[in-house]
């Protein structure tokens, strides 16, 4: 069936780099895309989204950037931060008037000091 | 922005008991609630769509009468595992979606640890 996933399980990071998370979606009718952030025990946190209509969109250190041709979509971070490790997953909205999000699998971000 | 309160944050259960999780919308009403669950290191995996004054909607898979969910009011779903087995110990996340406009962000809960001896 068709599905979100992501590149990268993990990714480390010094701080102060910026960091660019990958996901691939396979639905090419998905008209909308949220990334979301998870601490450790935590519910998951919107961070930026985009709809199909666009293909970047930059949010306060956050850059998301949709690559319809491809399928694509990437979040990147400026200048990482120690609280900026998280688990990442990009979601997407695979049907007009569907509030439901289908997650991906989640890249794991681990920022050293 | 919108608050989602999940209780409690974590439980310890004997097996065969049953646990209820609370999930309330403090600041605005939400029509819809969501319920996922997540295993360690995976995505989240929505069990069931939560309505007010109907019956819950569960994806494939997931057994009715062993999540039972309620949706009682605008502002407060829950979700009673019955009859708990460690294979329930897992990490339960709600969500809700606010119910004034077009708004497409869902509000996360902090989750639920669920831990079944």
């Known amino acids: 069936g068709e599905s979100v996933g992501l590149h990268l399980p993990t990714l480390s990071v010094q701080e102060g780099d910026n960091s660019i998370i990958n996901c691939a979606y396979s639905?090419?009718?998905?008209?909308?895309f949220i990334w979301y952030k998870q601490e450790s025990g935590k519910g998951p946190q919107f961070i930026i989204d985009i709809r199909s209509n666009m293909d970047k969109r930059q949010g306060q250190r956050v850059t998301v950037l949709l690559n319809k041709t491809v399928k694509h979509l990437s979040l990147q971070i400026a200048a990482t931060q120690p609280g900026d490790s998280a688990v990442y997953f990009c979601a997407e909205r695979a049907q007009r008037g569907s509030y439901i999000p289908t997650f991906g699998r989640g890249t794991s971000l681990i920022v050293h000091p | 922005g919108a608050v989602v309160s999940q209780h409690p944050s974590w439980v310890i259960c004997k097996s065969g008991t049953s646990v209820k999780i609370e999930c309330r919308s403090l600041?605005?009403?939400?029509?819809?609630m969501f319920w996922y669950r997540q295993f360690p290191k995976q995505s989240l995996m929505l069990m069931a769509t939560?309505?007010?004054?109907?019956?819950?909607?569960?994806e494939q898979g997931v057994e009715k009468d062993k999540f039972l969910i309620n949706h009682a009011s605008l502002t407060l779903s829950t979700l009673t595992v019955t009859s708990a087995h460690p294979e329930d110990s897992s990490f339960y996340i709600c969500s809700a979606r606010d119910r004034g406009g077009w708004v497409e962000k869902l509000f996360f809960g902090s989750g639920t640890q669920l831990s079944v001896l």
């Open positions: 600041d605005f009403q939400a029509t819809t």
């Open positions: 939560s309505n007010e004054g109907s019956k819950a909607t569960y």
């Open positions: 639905n090419s009718a998905s008209d909308y």
